[in-house]
């Protein structure tokens, strides 16, 4: 089969009817898509391998299930081994290691866009002019966004080689042209 963003958001939303759901899966794809490009990579490849990381949470929401039950249904859909294999790797409790630039990339934008967009939405102009050291700042209050995982955020910037202030512009820049879709406000909106 060939990989196309189009066929994943198919597979995605077949599977996963919640919207906080599908917002995350596109928070994660608009990060992986701006670093697929950034790397000169297959950006429609690495988006449609983003949107389905987490296509099975909906059906499968623990993690004796999740994200290991979902490889079979990937498989059987037809998708092919470097997706299911990079898939599988996002998750922590499976130890896989992340070996390919596509695997270490989605890890490092999967909790990052996640808590980027948590601070947007408790902001009036949601991720205008929201600087990474409010981020940071806001990572160290362990109320906030509590469900994210502090060690994966800086585990994951570690294994893109950047520095953390840098891989938080970078999501926050992917981010915004979702905006609206990610439910977040704009300085038009305040204005
Ligand atoms: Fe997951
Ligand atoms: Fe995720």
């Not at 599977?15 to 794809?29: D, G, I, P």
């Not at 429609?44 to 296509?55: G, N, S, V, Y």
């Not at 940071?136 to 906030?144: A, C, T, V």
């Not at 585990?155 to 042209?177: C, F, R, W």
Request: include cysteine; aromatic fraction near 8%.
């Amino acid at each position: 089969m060939e990989v196309t963003r189009e066929r994943a958001w198919q597979t995605l939303t077949q599977y996963t009817k919640s919207e906080a759901l599908r917002r995350h899966a596109l928070a994660v794809e608009a990060a992986v898509g701006w670093y697929a490009r950034d790397f000169g990579e297959d950006e429609e490849f690495w988006r449609a391998t983003a949107l389905l990381h987490d296509f099975d949470y909906e059906i499968h929401p623990t993690l004796d299930k999740h994200p290991q039950d979902g490889a079979p249904i990937l498989r059987e859909e037809g998708y092919p081994e470097v997706v299911i294999r990079a898939v599988l790797s996002h998750a922590e409790h499976l130890e896989l290691p992340r070996e390919t630039q596509l695997e270490k990339t989605l890890f490092a934008c999967d909790e990052l866009s996640g808590f980027v967009h948590a601070c947007g939405l408790v902001r009036p102009t949601g991720l205008e002019g929201l600087e990474p050291k409010s981020v940071r700042k806001k990572l160290k209050q362990p109320s906030f966004a509590a469900g994210v995982h502090r060690d994966e955020v800086y585990a994951g910037a570690e294994l893109l080689g950047l520095e953390l202030d840098e891989h938080i512009a970078n999501v926050i820049e992917s981010l915004q042209p979702i905006a609206g879709e990610l439910g977040l406000r704009t300085a038009a909106d305040a204005a």
